[in-house]
């Protein structure tokens, strides 16, 4: 896999790097939004990783251009603001996760291979089960004209089951890819996620596989 580190300090892209590069990936850093836009230019990658503050810019505007150019690669944004407004400020941007500094190593790599196996969310992608659309690309669910507010983890869970066209996702899968981890307290939370997303959307939405996992059935 191909990774692409956007971080202006150099130690932290080191470091970040280095990490990223344990598991066997190709890494390259950028110390800029310009010099992230001609490593883009020169070639494809698999998982960006863009740190919020750049001197020629910041994360959130690269990852709006990146997007308006058509660029679909995974953007997993490093910020040091843990406020939700930014959070839900990088997902509007075209983020696709997301990570608090300080951070754990291990939560990184553990990132990083997620939305690497996941691949590029379809952007535009919009399902709809019964009287509820959800639209993936802007998080947005609605129940005709009523807005159903999710949390960004539970749109974490959401969307991975909606790219899947109502393919089964195993627990494991989801627990990596929304948490890190498939850690015992990880899987406890999901439990919570998926009955507070069912009481949200309601029962019919997220169909549980015994045994296997869980799926957001095709629809429309």
Do not use: N
Request: glycine share 10%; aromatic share 2%.
């Amino acid at each position: 896999m191909r990774v692409l580190v956007v971080e202006d300090h150099a130690e932290t892209r080191e470091l970040v790097t280095r990490a990223i590069a344990r598991d066997g990936h190709v890494v390259a850093g950028a110390g800029s939004a310009e010099e992230a836009r001609r490593a883009l230019a020169a070639g494809s990658w698999d998982v960006l990783v863009v740190d919020l503050g750049l001197p020629d810019g910041d994360g959130l505007m690269l990852c709006r251009v990146l997007r308006s150019e058509g660029h679909d690669a995974p953007v997993l944004v490093l910020t040091a603001q843990g406020a939700v407004a930014c959070r839900v400020e990088c997902l509007d941007a075209g983020a696709d996760d997301f990570l608090p500094k300080p951070f754990a190593v291990a939560e990184l790599r553990a990132r990083v291979r997620a939305l690497g196996r996941r691949g590029p969310l379809p952007r535009g992608l919009v399902r709809t089960v019964g009287e509820v659309r959800l639209d993936v690309t802007a998080r947005r669910a609605t129940r005709g004209a009523a807005a159903i507010p999710l949390t960004a983890r539970e749109w974490a869970v959401i969307e991975l089951l909606v790219a899947r066209g109502g393919a089964v996702v195993s627990r494991e899968e989801i627990l990596e890819a929304a948490w890190g981890e498939a850690s015992e307290h990880a899987s406890a939370s999901l439990d919570v996620i998926i009955a507070r997303a069912r009481r949200k959307l309601g029962a019919e939405v997220i169909r549980t596989v015994r045994g296997e996992g869980y799926a957001v059935d095709a629809g429309s």
